[in-house]
């Protein structure tokens, strides 16, 4: 039989009956015929999707990373089925409430009919930290072009959260912060304007006292 959609009649003789029974088959009522989609088996390579679900203990963070093993499976099945995959979408790992990294096996969500990976499970790691929090007190710099300007208070106090691992002693020794002319600083003078942090993690969450600053002309 060839690759393709096919369609045969079932007649008594389809119907495997228990050896030595006294019975008999005399007709088929229903269905009175079978379709078969007949494909060829074929195998394919694909990267697997991991998913993570909830939100950590108050106090811990999870940045966004995940450990994988393995990164790939190979999933076999009917070809045109593994045609429409570019990978295999996994059960999702669940860190709710979680203090410590999570580490699950877990399966494929869903894949097509007839298809099966190997391995049958993929091994997620969601790594967990503490959080930390550091506080500086900064002065408060012109930015480029404006340095015949200066602002009151002269100085701010940042408060830095992230990972513990990303906010070590001294972490916030290069920390810079400048305050922002959305217009000509000659127009600013008297006037509140927001302020940049510089020198931080991506992923740390900053907080400064007072968040604004008044413009005014510097002393000669």
């Known amino acids: 039989m060839g690759v393709g959609r096919f369609e045969r009649a079932l007649t008594a003789a389809d119907l495997p009956l228990p050896a030595g029974a006294d ?8 269905p ?3 379709e078969l989609q007949v494909d060829r088996k074929g195998h394919r390579r694909l990267p697997v999707a991991a998913r993570v679900e909830g939100v950590p203990a108050g106090g811990v963070v999870w940045a966004g990373n995940l450990l994988v093993e393995p990164t790939t499976v190979e999933v076999t099945g009917p070809q045109q089925a593994l ?3 570019d990978s295999v979408r996994l059960d999702a790992v669940r860190i709710n409430g979680k203090r410590d990294t ?3 096996a877990v399966e494929a969500d869903a894949l097509p009919d007839w298809c099966t990976m190997d391995p049958e499970k993929v091994t997620v790691t969601v790594p967990l930290e503490p959080e930390a929090s550091r506080r500086v007190t900064v002065r408060v710099e012109s930015p480029r072009g404006a340095e015949a300007y ?5 100085r701010v106090t940042v408060t830095v959260s992230a990972r513990r691992s990303l906010l070590p002693a001294g972490a916030l020794a290069e920390i810079r912060v400048h305050w922002l002319a959305p217009a000509a600083p000659e ?4 006037h509140r304007v927001g302020l940049r942090v510089g020198h931080l993690p ?3 969450r900053v907080r400064m006292d007072p968040e604004s600053v008044t413009v005014r002309p510097a002393q000669p």
């Open 102 to 104: 999570v580490s699950a």
């Open 32 to 34: 009175r015929t079978v």
């Open 150 to 154: 200066t602002v009151t208070p002269e």
């Open 202 to 204: 991506d992923e740390a």
């Open 23 to 30: 019975i008999s088959v005399e007709r088929v009522v229903s």
């Open 187 to 190: 127009l600013l003078v008297g």
């Open 83 to 85: 045609a429409t995959l």
